[in-house]
């Protein structure tokens, strides 16, 4: 049997029991639905106390839900989307964000999941002229989907030249938490500061059961978004189960405990791997993923007892996600197991 504990991925992680609580806690008695409840107007709060007041939120159930209905509200099916090939958009939504909103994604390669100038200048041709999609959105991933995290200063940057150029910067925040402990920075200095307009906001990969938000950081951007959302789907008639996760999320720091601890162990889970001479990390570790390369042989042993994913059939590169459940004893056996594993192949 696969133990439960591996490091696939941090969705693969329960839910924090002070989420459980929160939710236990907001199943009593009766009250208003669609959100005019108040759980939902304790949670916006919140949201808005740290990201700033003039600002609008919405709840959805998922994080794909997020972001392509906040992508829908900012363009038309004219336009394009920049975004990184390895973007959780392009490659894990379906096709989602294209079949919904009706535009074009145009990817960037890239080696660290990062997107930066010259990719991006690549897209910017056809401007004004009717044969071709209009770029509209730099969408970025926090942290990004190879596990690295943008700087405040690369993000300064983007976001100049997305603004320069007429055009909305989206961030897909499913582990923004993450990336606000790698830069030791506050959720509001790494998104609206740093010139996002529009955040997916997740909690799900951090603790949570379920439930995004997707936040406006400019009101202009989408005043009619209820009625997006609705057509979407992702109107939640029991929404006070996903305000109240928020509220307890965002209360007394748990978003940055679960977070920071994920972080430390990916440190430690990198620090135990990277001496063995047949691992090779491949990306530096900013936040809660490893990559490295493996000997292929050995992958369908360990994933007998800890599965996680392989992200690069050809090279042999896999993906080891903590979470913020992960022990240092989680750790300590998958190492001595990928010991192990590698010795006997050696004996072979």
Known sequence: MKNKRGFASDNNAGVHPDILNAIIGANKGHTIAYGDDEYTRRAVKIIKNLLGDDIDVYFVFI??????LGLTAVT??????????????????CGAP????????????????????????????????????????????????MGTVYSKEEMDEIAGFAHDNGMIVHMDGARIANAAITMNSGLREITRDVGVDVLSFGGTKNGMMYGEAIVFFRK?????????????????SKMR???????AYLSNDLWM????????????????????????ITQNVEA?????????????????????????????EVRWMTSYDTTPEDIARFVQLLKKTLRQKKDT
């Open 63 to 68: 994080g794909t839900a997020a972001n392509v």
């Open 76 to 93: 038309r099916s004219y336009n394009s989307i920049i975004c990184a090939e390895s973007s959780h958009m392009h490659q894990d939504e």
């Open 98 to 145: 294209e079949n919904y909103s009706g535009c074009k994604l145009l990817s960037v390669p890239t080696e660290n999941g990062k997107l930066y100038l010259d990719g991006i200048k690549h897209h910017m041709y056809g401007i004004d002229f009717e044969h071709h999609s209009q770029p509209k959105v730099l969408s970025v991933t926090q942290a990004t989907e």
């Open 220 to 236: 202009d951007l989408a005043p009619d978004f209820k009625y997006i959302r609705k057509q979407g789907m992702q109107l939640a």
């Open 241 to 247: 189960f996903i305000a109240a996760q928020f509220e």
């Open 257 to 280: 405990k679960n977070a920071s601890h994920a972080n430390e162990m990916a440190q430690l889970l990198a620090a135990e791997v990277e001496n063995i001479p047949e691992v090779k």
């Open 288 to 316: 809660n993923g490893v990559f490295a390369i493996i000997p292929k042989e050995s992958i369908p042993v360990l994933q007998e007892k800890f599965f996680f994913y392989v992200w690069n059939e050809e090279t042999s």
